[in-house]
C-alpha cells in the first residue's frame, strides 16, 4: 500500500523540496510514498481568485475563507478518501512520535497549510479536520510544518529506513530521549569517547546507554521524564495489586 500525501497549500512550489532528495526522495521514486499538491487559490470563488479576508472583529492580517479551504478539502478527500485531514497551526495538539507512527500506518495524510493569520475556525468542526502543532514557535506558514509532518512519517513506512532496528531505539519511542553517540576518532582536541562504548562488553553498554537516556530525559525533558516514571512506578503497584487479590 503507498502513503497518500496530498497537500493543500497556496504555494505548491515548496514541494518535494527537502521530501525529494535523500532518503524520502528515494521512497518516493520507489512508489513507497506518492504525493500530491493542491492548490487553495483553485477553489476561490471569485473572478479575483481571493482566498482570504479581513478578520472578523477587526484586526491586522488577513484569514483564509472558510468556504474555499473546504471546497479544496473536499476535492482532496475525493481523490484520498480514507486519510485523515490535519490542519497545521500552532494553536493545535502538539505533534508526537506516536501520532507520527500511528499516521504512518495508516492509508496517508492530507494536510492543510495555514498562511497569514491562519484558518477560519469553523473549518475545523466543518470538515473533521484534526490541528496540529509542530512546536510552540510562530512559522509564517505552514508548508514547513506539513514538510517536518511527512518527513516523520516517510521515514517509519515499511522498507525506508536501511536498518529496521534504528526506528524502534530513538528518542521518544520509549518515553525517553535517547543516549549520545559517539564515533572515531577514539580522541579528539582532548575528549575521549566513554571508556564502556569500547570495552566490546554488550550488557554493560545496554546498560550505560539506558542509565544516559534516563539522566539526559530527566535533566532536558522532566515533561518526558514525569510521565516515564509514573508509568515505571504504575506497573509495579498494579502487579503487587494483583498478587494481594490472589493472596486474598
Ligand atoms: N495567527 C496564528 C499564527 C499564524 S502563522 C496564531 O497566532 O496562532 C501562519 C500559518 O503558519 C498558520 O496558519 C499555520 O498553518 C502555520 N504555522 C505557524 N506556526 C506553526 C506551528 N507551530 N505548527 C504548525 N503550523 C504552524
Redesign the pocket.
Known amino acids: 500500500m503507498t502513503f497518500r500525501a496530498t497537500v493543500l497549500t497556496l504555494y505548491p512550489e515548496m514541494f518535494p523540496g527537502p521530501l525529494g532528495v535523500s532518503l524520502a526522495g528515494r521512497a518516493r521514486d520507489e512508489g513507497k510514498w506518492a504525493l500530491d499538491c493542491v492548490q487553495i487559490r483553485d477553489f476561490a470563488i471569485d473572478k479575483h481568485k481571493t482566498v482570504d479576508d479581513t478578520p472578523a472583529g477587526g484586526g491586522a492580517?488577513m484569514v483564509l475563507r472558510v468556504d474555499v479551504l473546504a471546497a479544496a478539502i473536499d476535492h482532496a478527500r475525493a481523490a484520498n478518501p480514507a486519510a485523515p485531514v490535519i490542519?497545521?497551526?500552532?494553536?493545535?495538539t502538539p505533534l508526537t512520535q506516536a501520532r507520527v507512527r500511528a499516521l504512518a500506518a495508516g492509508p496517508g495524510v492530507i494536510v492543510l497549510?495555514?498562511?497569514?493569520?491562519?484558518?477560519d475556525e469553523r473549518v475545523f468542526a466543518g470538515r473533521g479536520v484534526e490541528e496540529?502543532?509542530?512546536?510552540?514557535?510562530?512559522?509564517?506558514?505552514?508548508e514547513p510544518?506539513a514538510i517536518m509532518l511527512l518527513d516523520a512519517c516517510i521515514r517509519l513506512l515499511p522498507g525506508v529506513m536501511g536498518a529496521a532496528s534504528s526506528g524502534t531505539e530513538e528518542s521518544f519511542e520509549n518515553g525517553l530521549l535517547e543516549y549520545p553517540h559517539y564515533t572515531r576518532p577514539a580522541e579528539w582536541e582532548g575528549r575521549t569517547i566513554p571508556e564502556v562504548l569500547r570495552s566490546g562488553d554488550h550488557a554493560k553498554i545496554a546498560a550505560w546507554r539506558k542509565s544516559q537516556s534516563e539522566i539526559d530525559t530527566r535533566s532536558r525533558r522532566p515533561d518526558l521524564w514525569e510521565p516515564y516514571e509514573g508509568a515505571r512506578v504504575q506497573p509495579a503497584s498494579g502487579a503487587r495489586r494483583k498478587k494481594k487479590d490472589m493472596d486474598q
Open positions: 492580517g490542519a497545521m497551526t500552532p494553536r493545535g497549510c495555514g498562511r497569514f493569520e491562519g484558518f496540529v502543532s509542530v512546536g510552540d514557535i510562530v512559522l509564517s506558514g505552514g510544518a
